[in-house]
């Protein structure tokens, strides 16, 4: 009987230390409203200022050689032989991003899987932290593509192709050469690398170094670099029944401000958010088309069709088309012209397009299924 006593009172505080042990996690769990005061001083020096740079937030500018390559992912346009080839002139001249970006492309490929395997293993092999990356285990493309139980693998076996890749990659030790790499590269200056590592440290989910990750967050968009801060944006927001909505009416107004900021800039995904509540914004709209941003087109599709004819409808269309290489305003909207209501010489298109200043704002972390986004 004392044993069983014995048993229960340890079960006892047992059940004792772990409650206060998770009342304690509780009292350190992070409270983003706490966030606020930490923005102030930068909402207020920013938000009323507009770049009169289109590119000044865009990953590289027109000069860089790899701005058409990135242009065409951001779009989504159709994969097509002039895509292909330019790629190859890239990799020819042993542009290391190209390489890196068609062979995570081919990855899924069975005959072309174990050229792309080749490359980035020998990219990581002379350093190249993206290279590493995208062979190690945080890597999803590592992970569908380049394992035993992948059915592509199960395919090119039968095949009779090459798989001497399988298992050899998608491990830690393999991330860990990534992550000394991306050191290399942040102790140069290189924003995204310095991202990277302090995602890796967990500096963003950490309630000690709140306040470091906010002036952090704070730096990067003050170099105009702000993926950061439209991930902590979304930290202000969960999921519910009736969708994903901001976790209170503060927090959503401290996200406009930001937003407004980063759209200031010219950084395409915060601009489609502020359209979205400033609906009536002209200038807005203006800048958006200038930049290239496909949102544009939807919202005055959706939201101002009717302030355009029948004739502007269809340039509108038109343009659309051969940015994205698209005809969706031609097929699914009943209300707007087909294409053959109108010969294309009402529409001064080549003009227009000469006009834009598209900003790239996918870069070399970005997801494929996120790329044609923009």
């Not at 002209?282 to 949102?295: A, C, H, I, N």
């Not at 209501?341 to 900003?359: G, V």
């Amino acid at each position: 009987m004392s044993v069983y006593k014995n048993i229960i009172k340890i079960a006892f505080l047992l059940f004792v230390v772990i409650a206060i042990s998770a009342c304690k996690e509780k009292e350190k769990a992070i409270n983003p409203e706490d966030d606020i005061p930490l923005f102030k001083s930068f909402i207020e020096r920013n938000i009323d200022k507009v770049a009169d740079d289109p590119y000044i937030s865009s990953t590289v500018r027109p000069e860089n050689e790899m701005y058409d390559v990135l242009l065409d992912l951001q779009r989504g346009t159709p994969w097509n032989k002039e895509e292909e080839d330019r790629f190859n002139r890239l990799i020819g001249r042993g542009n290391a991003h190209a390489t890196i970006l068609y062979s995570r492309l081919t990855l899924n490929d069975i005959s072309e899987k174990s050229v792309a395997v080749s490359r980035l293993a020998k990219l990581m092999s002379e350093g190249n932290p993206y290279a590493a990356y995208w062979l190690s285990n945080r890597s999803y493309r590592c992970r569908a593509h380049l394992g035993s139980s992948s059915l592509g693998n199960k395919v090119a076996k039968d095949l009779g192709l090459d798989t001497s890749y399988e298992n050899k990659y998608c491990t830690e030790e393999i991330y860990q050469k990534a992550v000394e790499g991306f050191k290399k590269l942040a102790a140069e200056g290189d924003l995204r690398a310095q991202y990277f590592l302090l995602k890796d440290q967990g500096l963003d989910e950490s309630v000690e170094k709140r306040e470091e990750y906010i002036k952090e967050v704070i730096r990067f968009a003050e170099a105009h670099y702000y993926k950061p801060l439209m991930d902590y944006t979304d930290s202000l927001q969960k999921q519910t029944n009736n969708g994903v909505i901001f976790r209170s009416k503060e927090l959503e107004k401290l996200a406009f401000d930001l937003f407004k900021i980063a759209s200031n800039n010219n950084y395409i995904p915060a601009m489609g958010t502020v359209m979205y509540y400033e609906e009536n914004n002209d200038e807005l709209f203006e800048r958006m088309k200038k930049v290239g941003g496909s949102y544009y087109f939807l919202s005055m599709a959706l939201d101002r069709s009717d302030e355009l004819n029948n004739q502007e409808k269809y340039c509108h269309a038109l343009l659309y088309e051969k940015i994205f290489k698209d005809s969706r305003y031609f097929i699914y909207y009943d209300d707007w012209p087909d294409k053959s209501d109108y010969d294309e010489s009402i529409c001064n298109i080549e003009k227009e397009i000469a006009e834009m200043k598209p900003m790239i704002y996918i870069d070399y972390f970005t997801r494929i299924d996120n790329w044609g986004q923009g």
